[in-house]
Nanobody, 125 residues
Framework: VQLQASGGGLVQAGDSLRLSCAASGGTFNGWTLGWFRRVPGKEREFIAFIRWDSGSTLHADSVTGRFTISKDSATKTAYLQMNSLKPEDTAVYFC???????????????????WGQGTLVTVSS
């Protein structure tokens, strides 16, 4: 499985960005795609996940109401729509695939098996 994240860039506070994660390989049956972010010197932080079969989603409290995860099954592409961006959203954003079926563990990066290379989002104040 290969994941290619894109769409990052430099924006101002209050702006919007849409990140994309193009996936290839694998069946995706029963899999989950997640978005995480990492600020230098800190652990990767869970942002959101989407269950590929059902489309059900979960967003972290820190982004609920501002970020939305979605997918296009036909193209095996997932998206992270980010609105009302804040300087504290500045980070490298990663998409990842988990083969775990238990939703309660999917906030934890250790349960993700495949990772993209990350795309940098910089939000200026």
């Amino acid at each position: 499985v290969q994941l290619q994240a894109s769409g990052g860039g430099l924006v101002q506070a209050g702006d919007s960005l849409r990140l994309s994660c193009a996936a290839s390989g694998g069946t995706f049956n029963g899999w989950t795609l997640g978005w995480f972010r990492r600020v230098p010197g800190k652990e990767r932080e869970f942002i959101a996940f989407i269950r590929w079969d059902s489309g059900s989603t979960l967003h972290a409290d820190s982004v609920t109401g501002r970020f939305t995860i979605s997918k296009d099954s036909a193209t095996k592409t997932a998206y992270l729509q980010m609105n009302s961006l804040k300087p504290e959203d500045t980070a490298v954003y990663f998409c990842a695939i988990s083969r775990q079926t238990i939703s309660s563990v999917l906030r934890n990066q250790i349960y993700y098996d495949y990772w993209g290379q990350g795309t940098l989002v910089t939000v200026s104040s």
